[in-house]
């Protein structure tokens, strides 16, 4: 009598394996831009001499990057100053964000999670990565399920050898 041969039925499946580490910018991917190098005495905001300093910045520097805008000062910032800023480094960033340096990563994340074409997921299994090197939230572990549910097939989390179903249809 021949043994039963052992059957790999996770090859047999098509699974799509998505890492949620891919969206995150790595750190020297995301530029920061301090809204304090433009204020006089670091304190005020003076009109003319921020146009002017604006105009004198090459945006260029951040051509393929993605940048965060903030200010580490205490200072009263209109918000059209964050807005000039956003306005002419997004001729070359790849996208730029708002928030303290700290979150901006997450920020960026959540963003490209938000661009990810979930119809390429249409009727898919798909199994969202549980670990890796960088930590990733619970929110954003929130999003990709709430975006993917209506779309997919399966949803699972962890690898394809060690899947916790999360949603099928």
Avoid at 37 to 42: A, D, P, V
Avoid at 142 to 151: N, T
Wanted: aromatic residues 10%; glycine residues 2%.
């Amino acid at each position: 009598m021949e043994p039963t041969p052992i059957i790999n039925k996770v090859a047999q499946k098509s699974i799509i394996t998505l890492d949620l580490e891919e969206l995150i910018p790595l750190p020297d991917e995301v530029a920061h831009i301090d809204l304090k190098q433009f204020l006089y005495m670091e304190l005020i905001l003076r009109e003319a001499e921020f146009r002017h300093a604006v105009k004198q910045t090459d945006w260029k520097q951040y051509e393929h990057k993605y940048v965060n805008i903030y200010c580490s000062a205490s200072a009263v910032v209109p918000m059209w100053a964050y807005m000039v800023i956003s306005a002419e480094v997004s001729q070359f960033a790849k996208d730029v964000v708002c928030t303290p340096p700290e979150h901006a990563a997450e920020v960026i994340m959540y963003r490209n999670i938000a661009r990810l074409d979930v119809e390429r997921f249409r009727n898919q299994r798909v199994v969202v990565k549980g670990c890796g090197e960088r930590q990733i939230s619970e929110a954003a572990y929130v999003y990709i399920a709430h975006l993917l549910a209506p779309v997919v097939r399966a949803l699972s989390f962890g690898e394809p050898c060690s899947m916790v179903p999360v949603y099928k249809k």
